[in-house]
């Protein structure tokens, strides 16, 4: 008899130190922007860092777009499915995505709940992920199929894992935030902290910072449920550009200097944005409640 220690899961995962769910009340919000930076933020950690990102997103894979690795087809070894790379022969920020298995990326996917399980399933069993420190999963808005299956199959490693909270500043989107850490609480599921997106708009011109969309309302809702408050991210055009457009380009704009330290384009022009900063003061939040959580 197969112990829930012993599952094809668990043997797939036992090299990943830190499995971070990204998750979000509602659609809109930049979850999957979100989850990216985190991904390429974690690799900026560290010149041996190796991550991982999967996209359960099922019927709105847009990790993909976002690493400029549309188009991308996965292949099949005798050790499972091998994930794409985004930064090529580095081989440091690995990817699974069901956008990698439509024929054309305008295709639907149109699925029932079993078949989305089966499929969660397969991403984290048979892909072969191997040594980890870091796994981020992308998942849909809201508390669905999705967060239920990918719990149930991570059971084996659940002191593994830990969750990120997205929202925007504006009551509907704290209001559906709410519901996120309702289901972090009924499933056990530790939260590392909550960020507020779209806490105001970057000037291209300036760089002011512009409270459009509002701003303050994610703080103070960690504060009130005794969440830790990651950081706030306002709208940056310059982002917005890099990963809606996001193509895998070679060198052009880079500098010789750039070039040697790292071949990996994308991540050299994100390093350059004015919200790389930021999101790098959040990761190392994201660091000190880690380790707060190994203390505990």
Same mark, same amino acid.
């Given at each position: 008899?197969?112990?829930?220690?012993?599952?094809?899961?668990?043997?797939?995962?036992?090299?990943?130190?830190? @499995?971070?769910?990204?998750?979000?009340?509602?659609?809109?919000?930049?979850?999957?922007?979100?989850?990216?930076?985190?991904?390429?933020?974690?690799?900026?950690?560290?010149?041996?860092?190796?991550?991982?990102?999967?996209? *359960?997103?099922?019927?709105?894979?847009?990790?993909?777009?976002?690493?400029?690795?549309?188009? /991308?087809?996965? /292949?099949?070894?005798?050790?499972?499915?091998?994930?794409?790379?985004?930064?090529?022969?580095?081989?440091?920020?690995?990817?699974? &995505?069901?956008?990698?298995?439509? !024929?054309?990326?305008?295709?639907? *996917?149109?699925?029932?709940?079993?078949?989305?399980?089966?499929?969660?399933?397969?991403?984290?069993?048979?892909?072969?992920?191997?040594?980890?420190?870091?796994?981020v999963i992308d998942t849909?808005?809201?508390?669905?199929?999705?967060?239920?299956?990918?719990?149930?199959?991570?059971?084996? *490693? /659940?002191?593994?894992?830990?969750?990120?909270?997205?929202?925007?500043?504006?009551?509907?989107?704290?209001?559906?935030?709410? !519901?996120?850490?309702?289901?972090?609480? %009924? *499933?056990?599921?530790p939260v590392l902290g909550?960020?507020?997106?779209?806490?105001?708009?970057?000037?291209?011109?300036?760089?002011? @910072?512009?409270?459009?969309?509002?701003?303050?309302?994610?703080?103070?809702?960690?504060?009130?449920?005794?969440? /830790?408050?990651?950081?706030?991210?306002?709208?940056?055009?310059?982002?917005?550009?890099?990963?809606?457009?996001?193509?895998?380009?070679?060198?052009?704009?880079? &500098?010789?200097?750039? %070039?040697?330290?790292?071949?990996?384009?994308?991540?050299?022009?994100?390093?350059?944005? &004015?919200?790389?900063?930021?999101?790098?003061?959040?990761?190392?939040?994201?660091?000190?409640?880690?380790?707060?959580?190994?203390?505990?």
């Open positions: 008899m197969t112990s829930t220690q012993d599952t094809p899961v668990a043997r797939r995962l036992q090299h990943v130190k830190h @499995i971070i769910i990204v998750l979000s009340g509602k659609g809109g919000v930049g979850k999957s922007s979100v989850s990216t930076q985190l991904a390429l933020s974690l690799r900026a950690s560290s010149p041996l860092a190796r991550v991982g990102i999967l996209d *359960v997103d099922l019927t709105g894979p847009s990790i993909p777009r976002m690493l400029g690795l549309d188009g /991308h087809p996965v /292949h099949q070894s005798s050790d499972g499915w091998v994930p794409v790379y985004a930064d090529g022969s580095e081989a440091r920020l690995s990817c699974m &995505s069901v956008g990698f298995l439509l !024929k054309k990326k305008e295709d639907s *996917v149109v699925w029932r709940g079993p078949k989305k399980n089966a499929m969660i399933r397969q991403f984290l069993g048979d892909v072969r992920w191997g040594t980890l420190d870091y796994l849909p808005p809201g508390t669905s199929d999705e967060h239920l299956s990918l719990l149930e199959h991570m059971a084996p *490693v /659940h002191s593994k894992l830990s969750a990120v909270i997205v929202t925007t500043p504006q009551a509907v989107a704290l209001l559906d935030a709410m !519901k996120c850490l309702s289901f972090t609480r %009924a *499933v056990s599921l909550l960020i507020e997106n779209m806490s105001g708009y970057v000037c291209p011109c300036c760089g002011e @910072i512009s409270n459009v969309f509002s701003t303050g309302g994610g703080e103070e809702m960690a504060r009130r449920e005794g969440l /830790h408050f990651l950081g706030s991210l306002p709208v940056d055009t310059e982002l917005v550009t890099l990963l809606d457009a996001a193509e895998p380009k070679e060198q052009e704009s880079l &500098s010789p200097s750039d %070039a040697s330290k790292d071949s990996f384009a994308l991540m050299q022009r994100y390093q350059r944005t &004015s919200t790389a900063p930021l999101f790098g003061k959040i990761v190392a939040e994201i660091f000190r409640s880690l380790l707060g959580e190994r203390e505990q």
